[in-house]
Structure formats: C-alpha cells, structure tokens
C-alpha cells in the first residue's frame, strides 16, 4: 500500500469557483432537462398526429368496406332487374306472337266463314233450282198417273222410266222389292237412300228403311189400306229430301 503524503496534494479550488462550477451545471441540466421535455412534447404531438391518422385510416377502411358491401348489394339488385326485364321482355314478346297467330287464326277462320258461306248461298241456289226441277217432273208423273188411271191400267214400265230419269229411281229384286234413290242430297247427288217392303198375303211389309224417316209406320198403314204403292213410294222419297234438307239447315245454322 502506497503511502500518499498530504503534502503531495494539490490545494482545494478556492469557494467561488465551486459555486460557479454548480451554478454551471445546474444550468446544463435545466437545459438538457427543458431538450428532453421538448423531445417528449414532439414525440406525445406525433404520437397523438399517428392515433388521429390511425383513427382517420380505420374509418376511412370502415367506410370502404360498408361501400363494397352496398355496391355488392346494388349488384345483386342490378342482375335481378335484368332478370326480370328479360323475362319481361320474353313475355312480352311471347304474348305478341300468341296475339298474331290468333289475329292470323281469326283471319284465317273469318275467311273459310265467308267461303262456306258462299258455298252455302250456292248450293242453297243449286237446291232451289233442282226442286222446281224436281216440283215440275213429279206434277208430269202425277199428271201421267192420273192419265194412267183414266184410261183405267197404268204403264208401269213409262211411270218407272219417268222416274228413273228424273228422280234417280230404281227397283231391285231380292227378299221383298228395294226401292232406291239418289238425286236427293244436293251435296252428294249419287248417295243412295233405299227402303224395302214385302207383300205377304195382301199385306205390306216394311223390311229396311236407310236412313230411317219419321211416319214410316203410318204411311205402312195407309199403303196396306189404300193399297197406293206409287203414293207411297213418292212419300217417301219426299221424307228422305226432308230428312237432308232439315240437316242442311243445321248446317247453315252452325256456319251462322
């Protein structure tokens, strides 16, 4: 251990210079304690400028989402009203396409309406000319008939003849005697209408009626009681032409 002599010491610094010494530093550390305050100040002020962007970021991100998620929500809404404009659009366009098919059917319908009529008008003409046709020969046949039943014995070959030319008349033999018309049906001038009856033991029989005609059974009874054959026969040709003119004017009707 090394003896140090007091002696050897430098003399203490006189009183003033302490104090100045302190003075000094307490100055240097007021001013480093007022830079260290001022730096905490700026540091709180860019803290508090960070929150406030910070705070001003989130809104604006908060903002950003509720926008993406109404534009998401207007999109939704914007396809469906396309949607429905298209099926609009398709149904529009279907109901005008329904509206000219039914236009063209009605056209098309007004159309044949008008033909038929005029067939119907033609036809009505054809059939009124064809009865007085008809009306003047069988006003000839009766009026040979009664010259016939004058002279006291009918021709019965010339009355068939006459009815054969002018009524469409014919006789056929089998199981009983087939009287057969046509010239009856405007329409179908060649369809036949036929009826048979048989004599057994001075009595008429009625065997087929095609197509049946009302009063057959009557006009039987006054055959069997006037024994009039050719009365009934021509009877009977006027119930078959009665029988297609009452179903012609239901025609008409329906056209109507």
């Not at 044949?112 to 033609?122: F, M, P």
Request: net charge positive; charged share 30%; with cysteine.
């Amino acid at each position: 251990m090394v003896m140090v002599d007091d002696t050897d010491l430098p003399p203490p610094p006189p009183l003033m210079v302490m104090v100045d010494d302190a003075t000094d530093l307490r100055r240097n550390m007021a001013e480093q304690r007022a830079q260290i305050q001022r730096r905490f100040a700026a540091v709180r002020d860019r803290a508090s400028a960070f929150n406030a962007a910070l705070l001003s970021a989130r809104s604006i991100a908060d903002q950003t989402v509720s926008r993406r998620a109404r534009l998401h929500e207007l999109k939704l809404q914007l396809r469906k009203h396309e949607a429905d404009l298209a099926q609009a659009l398709t149904f529009q366009a279907s109901k005008r396409s329904t509206y000219k098919l039914i236009s063209e059917s009605i056209s098309n319908t007004t159309a044949t309406n008008e033909q038929l009529r005029s067939l119907v008008v033609e036809h009505k003409a054809k059939r009124d000319d064809y009865t007085n046709i008809i009306s003047n020969q069988l006003k000839a046949i009766e009026s040979l008939e009664a010259d016939n039943a004058a002279r006291g014995d009918k021709n019965l070959d010339e009355v068939i003849m006459w009815y054969n030319k002018f009524l469409g008349f014919r006789v056929v033999g089998g199981e009983g005697v087939k009287f057969v018309f046509n010239k009856i049906d405007l329409q179908s001038p060649d369809k036949e209408y036929f009826f048979s009856i048989k004599l057994t033991k001075e009595k008429y029989t009625l065997l087929q009626c095609v197509p049946l005609v009302e009063g057959s059974k009557e006009l039987l009874n006054d055959l069997n009681c006037d024994n009039d054959l050719f009365k009934f026969v021509r009877i009977m040709r006027e119930r078959f032409q009665a029988a297609t003119n009452s179903w012609g004017s239901s025609f008409r009707l329906f056209l109507l």
